[in-house]
Structures are given as structure tokens and as C-alpha cells.
């Protein structure tokens, strides 16, 4: 009876049921388990891609690429740890802000920036927000302080009247929180894409500070009344300003009645949800949740559902267009090693299932620093209230290394499988736009478009970044059996190269095939790569692989209708295959989870400058498989 009542929800009535509960036990939907996964799908934590299946149409495109030499082609500015982002789209504009230092994660000087963009594909060069922290003229740094950093959870709110507030906090280096604080800031953002003045909206509860001896005004000398008003608002919000607890613990009783929330175990990074029995879903860092059914004044003692692994990366859930329900996490408890990115999904926003990969690439780390751990990780994306982009598509903003920002879309319903023949022409595309179905990891200096080119449109690949890759992958039917057939041009081949390979569900790679540089097109023959025919450039090349009785099985490949490769047997046995992928740049296992990533190391040499552009167009893309697949979970 008690875990009926849970799962209809009926509100304090079920709460209050379930406190009669015996200690230690889980009720699914409960105060005891919010939250539960229950898909057979775990991480291999070996492969960066942890042997998941990617959700179907994800594009990952990075957003900002640091370069500490250069700072001209990045922000400006030339620091290189960037993190902690959130996203709003407000007035027609996808928002991105993120923390910034010049070396170090928590060692000042700190500031904070805005990303904008019209599509979430092109983004504008980030704009400083929130500058360094310069304390009045004779107020004296406290004893132990390293300087002034930033340090936020949250960055947005749309208010009532549709204005958008921008908000950060300052505190001390190293340690910002509690004591080391000194209070919450304030602006508009307007719609001509300025902003305004900067205020105080809350300053530390466990400090000194005040209108008298800090930099900026109290928001309510501000002589805009709308502005005030909306501070006010959101101040009034107790869901809402409860994104703001880790810097300030609110001893003046700020968050009330909320004592569950606090002390030497309090969780750190929260967001939430709201399920369609109206009790909102609290999440926080290191797979924590909790319920409250008065609106966030009031949540239960946060527990840990043991169905989810996390380790210091955020957790972001939400609610999503489909009617259903999201949460993206890093699924490791290793901290400085966060990847891959994936999400699971959910009907009731209570079980989750179908773990899918979200962002699975992880590219070299250029530049060494304090706590810069590996991976995509503090993953977020558009709170409730902030902004609903065009289409059904989940947006969520991420760190890649604590260096480079990234976002990504999502497509919804999110799916793992593809039915039917592939037959992909890209003529009738948007050049610019979106690509469906194919998934798209696309770094600024290795971007990946549909373009119109001599004779129609195709898929192209550019890069000219020297530690990344552009890459475009696309599911199709599973089979025992397949037929994969497309066209690829090099329009430039610089001293680049394309890896053309064929993958199963797991990310094995049996059929492998290079267009490289040196003027050759190559296949893996069980330990290299043998060459197999000319490769000339601005020159249409027409593939087609045959693969068959798998799993130890073979595959025939022609090149112009020429068979070159008969019958050869697979680089690695396979069930099935599902996927085409194109990358241009090799295979990559590294960082793997034993690397250390405090082991201080000079830039990458060349890190900041590009090489010569390689460019690889695709075009008439034709798959299916085919064939009895044994059963698999």
C-alpha cells in the first residue's frame, strides 16, 4: 500500500507515510529513493566512450578554445581554466556564462563571462560579465586571503516581466565559501545585448561585508524600481535562491527550515526538477537527491540511490519537451577523471532507463592546472523558467578539461537505435543548420557543417586544430549483416587525413579506413594500416563495404566500383554493426584512468596555433544491416 500511494504521489500524505517506513528501506519514488536507475547498461570505465550507445543526433560543439598566446582568438583574455557554466535563452539568444582563471581552478585574479548565440551553433566571442574583484580604496584583504576569485552554481533568472538577471559571486582565494566570502552580484542583461550596472544582491551572512565596504552598490540604490522589484523577487524564490547555498550557509536564516541541509555533509551543486505529481526532485553532487512538496522551502534528508554513480561532476536534471525526463551525469566516481557525459531517461521522473552516451570525446588537455580534471563534467543546462529554445531539443552547457567550453543538443525523444535503410544526400539540408540523426562533435577549429559545394551539398569535415579532430557518426539498423556505401572527396588534404570506420554497439571498430595525407586511401589489416589505392585530391571517391557472418565474419570493400579488399577478415570479431564513423584524426585512449592530472607539464607545443587546414567532404551516405541479431541486453 505504501508504494502505491509513493508512485501515484500523492503528496505530504505519501511523504508522511513513508516516514512510518523502517529504517533503511527503499521505496522507489519515495523520500528514500527519489530517484532509480534501473537499465542493465553500465560503463566500461576502460574506452572513453565506456562502450555506451550514443543518443541518436547529438551535436557536442565547442563554444570557446583557449589559447594562452593568443588570447585575440579565444576570449581576450588568454587564461585557461574555464568552468562551472550555465545556460539561459532569453530574448531570441542562447546565454552561456562560466568561471575563468588564468591558470588554476581557485587561485585569483577570477571572472566571469558570457557566451551568446542566436542558433547554439555560432557563438559570439565571450564577453567579461562580472571583472576581477578590486576591493575600496583602504579595506584591508583579510588575514589568509590569496586575492579575490569567483565561484557560482547558477547564473540566471528570467524574471516575471521577462527581464534577465545575471548573477556571480566574489569571494577569497583559495577558499570562497562561508568566511571566505563576500557576496552575490547582480546586472541585467538588455536586449540590445548590453548590460547593466553591477550590484550587490546578497552579501556573505558569515562576514562583515556591506554596502560601506564593498565595490559595488546594494541592488536597492539602483534607480531602475522594475529591477529592484525583480531582485526582490527572486529573492522571495526559495527554490530558486537555494542554487546559491555553497558559497553562504545563510546563518541570518535565509533558507529556512531547511537544517537537513546542512552541516559537514551538506551536498553541494544543486538543481531540480519538478514530476507531474508536483513534488520537486532535488539533485545535487555525488548521485544525492531529495524531495520537497512545498515548493523547495522544505526538502527530505538527502540520500544516495545506489543505482547511480557520480563522483564531484554536477548532476543536471529536468524535466523535457517530450513530456518526459532527463539527468546527465558523469557515471564514475573517479574525480579527476570525468567521462564520458551520458544521460538516462525517464516516463515519471522517478525510474530512469536507456543510459546513452551525451559526450564521449576527450581531447588532449593543452594546458596544465590545479584541479583540471579530465573529461566533459559540471554539466548544465536551461533551468525551468529560463527559456524554452525553438524545437524539442534539450541544450546543456558543459567544461571539457576545465578548459574549453562546450554545449550540446539533444534531440527528443532521445534514442540509441535507428530502423530502417540509411539514405542521406544532405541536398535538401540548411547549410549551417542542424544534421539529422548524425551525431557531431565539433571543435572551432575542426568544425563539421552541411556546405554547398561544386555540384551540391554535402557533409563537410575541416580541421586545423592541432590536438582535436572533427567527427560526424551515424547510426543506422543493426545487423549481423551490412552494406555501407558513400562518397568522400579530399577538397584539401593539407597534411591531415579521415578515418572511415565501421562500429558495432559497443564501439569496437572492425572495419577501419584511412584517406590519409601522404596520397593513399588505407585499411587496417590486422596490424597496420596497408595501403590499397591512390588517394588524389578534389577527387569523388565512391566506398562501399560488404560485411558478413559475423561475428567472426569478413567484409569486401570497392572503391569505384572496383572490389580492392575481398573477403578480408574484421580487425576485431563483432556481433553486429550499427554505425559509420568519420573522424579526421586517429583513434584516441587517452587520457586512461590511471593518468595522473596533477603532475604539472608545459603547454602542449603548438597548442595555440593552427596547422594547415585539412578538408573532407562526404556525400551519398547508404546503410542498413541486416541479419538475425542474437539476443543482447
Known amino acids: 500500500m505504501h508504494k502505491q500511494y509513493v508512485l501515484a504521489g500523492y503528496g505530504f500524505v505519501a511523504w508522511a507515510m513513508m516516514s512510518l517506513a523502517p529504517l533503511g528501506t527503499a521505496q522507489t519514488g519515495s523520500v528514500h529513493e527519489p530517484i532509480r536507475y534501473i537499465g542493465g547498461v553500465s560503463v566500461d570505465l576502460r574506452p572513453h566512450e565506456g562502450r555506451l550507445r550514443p543518443a541518436v543526433g547529438v551535436e557536442n560543439r565547442q563554444i570557446l578554445r583557449v589559447n594562452r598566446t593568443h588570447p585575440e582568438r579565444a576570449e581576450g583574455s588568454g587564461w585557461t581554466y574555464n568552468h562551472a557554466p550555465d545556460m539561459a535563452y532569453w530574448n531570441g539568444t542562447f546565454y552561456v556564462e562560466y568561471l575563468s582563471n588564468p591558470v588554476d581552478e581557485h587561485i585569483a585574479p577570477g571572472q566571469t563571462l558570457i557566451a551568446t548565440s542566436s542558433d547554439g551553433r555560432n557563438w559570439a566571442k565571450p564577453e567579461v560579465v562580472f571583472p576581477p574583484y578590486k576591493a575600496p580604496r583602504g579595506v584591508r584583504v583579510p588575514r589568509g586571503s590569496k586575492g579575490y576569485m569567483m565561484h557560482q552554481r547558477m547564473g540566471f533568472h528570467v524574471t516575471p516581466d521577462d527581464r534577465l538577471l545575471v548573477f556571480a559571486f566574489y569571494g577569497h582565494a583559495e577558499d570562497p565559501f562561508e568566511k571566505g566570502g563576500i557576496g552575490r552580484v547582480v546586472r541585467e542583461a538588455y536586449r540590445d545585448g548590453s548590460y547593466g550596472p553591477i550590484y550587490f544582491i546578497r552579501y556573505g551572512s558569515q562576514t562583515p561585508w556591506n554596502a560601506t565596504n564593498t565595490s559595488y552598490p546594494f541592488y536597492r540604490e539602483s534607480g531602475d524600481a522594475g529591477f529592484a522589484a525583480a ?5 522571495a524564490n526559495h527554490l530558486k535562491t537555494l542554487q546559491w547555498r555553497d558559497e553562504d550557509r545563510g546563518i541570518d536564516g535565509f533558507y529556512p527550515k531547511e537544517e537537513q541541509l546542512v552541516g559537514e555533509d551538506c551536498p553541494e551543486a544543486f538543481n531540480y526538477y519538478r514530476r507531474k505529481d508536483g513534488a520537486i526532485v532535488g539533485l545535487w553532487k555525488r548521485s544525492t537527491s531529495a524531495l520537497s512538496f512545498d515548493e523547495g522551502k522544505t526538502f527530505s534528508t538527502p540520500v544516495k540511490p545506489l543505482t547511480f554513480t557520480m563522483a564531484g561532476g554536477k548532476q543536471w ?317
Open 231 to 235: 531582485c526582490d523577487g527572486f529573492l
Open 317 to 633: 536534471g529536468q524535466a523535457t519537451d517530450d513530456g518526459r525526463y532527463a539527468i546527465l551525469y558523469n557515471p564514475t566516481i573517479h574525480d579527476e577523471h570525468r567521462y564520458p557525459l551520458i544521460a538516462v531517461t525517464s516516463d515519471d521522473g522517478i525510474l530512469f532507463d536507456d543510459m546513452v552516451l551525451v559526450h564521449s570525446e576527450v581531447p588532449p588537455r593543452r594546458f596544465f592546472g590545479r584541479w583540471k580534471d579530465f573529461g566533459p563534467c559540471y554539466v548544465h543546462g536551461i533551468l525551468d523558467g529560463n527559456g524554452n529554445p525553438p524545437g524539442d531539443d534539450l541544450w546543456v552547457a558543459y567544461s571539457v578539461n576545465k578548459e574549453d567550453m562546450w554545449v550540446s543538443r539533444v534531440p527528443l525523444s532521445v534514442k540509441h537505435t535507428v530502423a530502417g535503410g540509411v539514405a542521406d544526400t544532405f541536398d535538401a539540408l540548411v547549410p549551417g543548420a542542424a544534421i539529422p540523426d548524425w551525431n557531431v562533435y565539433a571543435p572551432l577549429w575542426a568544425p563539421v557543417a552541411v556546405e554547398d559545394r561544386e555540384g551540391g551539398r554535402s557533409l563537410v569535415l575541416r580541421d586545423q586544430d592541432p590536438y582535436d579532430y572533427a567527427r560526424a557518426v551515424r547510426v543506422f539498423q543493426e545487423g549481423t549483416e551490412a552494406t555501407i556505401s558513400f562518397k568522400v572527396k579530399a577538397a584539401e588534404l593539407g597534411q591531415g587525413m579521415l578515418d572511415a570506420e565501421i562500429m558495432d554497439r559497443f564501439g569496437n571498430r572492425p572495419v577501419r579506413l584511412r584517406f590519409e595525407h601522404d596520397g593513399q586511401i588505407k585499411a587496417w589489416n590486422g596490424t597496420d594500416y596497408a595501403v590499397i589505392a591512390p588517394l588524389e585530391q578534389d577527387i569523388w571517391y565512391h566506398v562501399e563495404v560488404k560485411i558478413a557472418q559475423l561475428p567472426l565474419g569478413h567484409y569486401t570493400l570497392s572503391v569505384n566500383g572496383a572490389v580492392l579488399v575481398k573477403e578480408a577478415p574484421l580487425a576485431e570479431a563483432v556481433k553486429s554493426v550499427e554505425r559509420v564513423s568519420f573522424r579526421t584524426g586517429p583513434f584516441r585512449d587517452l587520457p586512461t584512468r590511471q593518468t595522473v592530472n596533477e603532475t604539472p607539464h608545459e603547454p602542449l607545443p603548438g597548442a595555440d596555433d593552427p596547422v594547415e587546414e585539412a578538408v573532407f567532404c562526404i556525400d551519398d551516405v547508404h546503410a542498413e544491416g541486416t541479419g538475425n541479431l542474437a539476443p543482447m541486453p
